[in-house]
């Protein structure tokens, strides 16, 4: 993983995405969206349900085709160069991907395999991941024995076996206990800290943005405001984040603030 930190230097973007738009027929989800997140940056891609968190996702991961805009990973145009960006990607998806009928240590394993590393290289692996999530007594048990919040570790553990640079997160705490949305936020915000690991982490939760987060205020398809939280929060009238959100996103005061 990288050991550089911060948006300091000369480093590219680990994510850049440039006019994108994309559309479901008739229907428009994303409308020239642009956004970096930098190596290092814990990012929080903060928007209602339909705002288009997960269109972004399906084309920054290449399930749809970007036809509109340029995607960008460490410098690796998506459409041109797939195999190089992708490979520096890791991904947790909304809906739970485990197989609950296979054990921990399987279903990373086989996810290693997929990814190409040797057998003892995926085991190693593995049981440095969920040792670090605090998992590793429970790899020979099948999924479907964790509860919620557990099975969400063993996805990060899984999306974090191949070492990349970029982690995708989208909606990784619905459903989850606070215990358990505190655990995600701490150790991600940990890798971002201590190993440089850039994170874009998807939600409609406000309270998981702290103020130290980068913000991306996500609407209808459009960016409304993106920086620092201070940078935000005067783009959205001031007041607290909750506030300032809801006249971004038009939820309380239609036609803003």
């Known amino acids: 993983m990288a050991a550089s930190h911060g948006a300091s230097g000369a480093a590219p973007p680990a994510l850049e995405v440039s006019g994108l738009s994309h559309a479901y027929g008739p229907k428009h989800a994303l409308h020239d969206v642009s956004l970096r997140v930098m190596p290092g940056e814990f990012t929080v891609l903060l928007g209602p ?37 992708l490979a520096q990607l890791g ?3 909304q809906q739970p991907t485990l197989d609950p009928d296979l054990s921990l240590r399987q279903n990373l394993a086989y996810s290693a395999a997929l990814h190409g590393l040797s ?44 070492r990349p640079r970029l982690l995708l997160m989208d909606e990784p705490t619905v459903g989850l206990d606070a215990a358990s949305r505190s655990f995600l936020l701490g150790h991600v915000r940990r ?65 803003g603030a």
């Open 91 to 93: 991904v947790v998806f």
């Open 191 to 255: 890798l971002c800290r201590e190993e440089g690991l850039a994170v874009l982490w998807a939600t409609h939760l406000i309270d998981e943005v702290d103020e130290n987060s980068r913000l991306i205020v996500l609407q209808e398809g459009r960016v409304r405001a993106s920086g620092g939280l201070r940078d935000v929060l005067a783009e959205g009238g001031g007041g607290t984040l909750r506030e300032a959100f809801a006249r971004l996103t038009d939820e309380a005061w239609k036609g």
């Open 119 to 162: 057998r003892a290289e995926g085991r190693r692996r593995a049981e440095q991941e969920l040792a670090r999530i605090g998992l590793l007594d429970r790899a020979g048990d099948a999924v479907r024995k964790l509860s919620g919040g557990q099975r969400r570790r063993v996805e990060m553990a899984r999306a974090l076996l191949t």
């Open 49 to 85: 349900n339909g705002a288009g968190k997960s269109t972004l996702f399906a084309l920054v991961t290449r399930l749809f085709d970007a036809r509109q805009g340029s995607i960008r990973i460490f410098g690796a145009e998506l459409r041109r160069h797939p195999g190089q960006a």
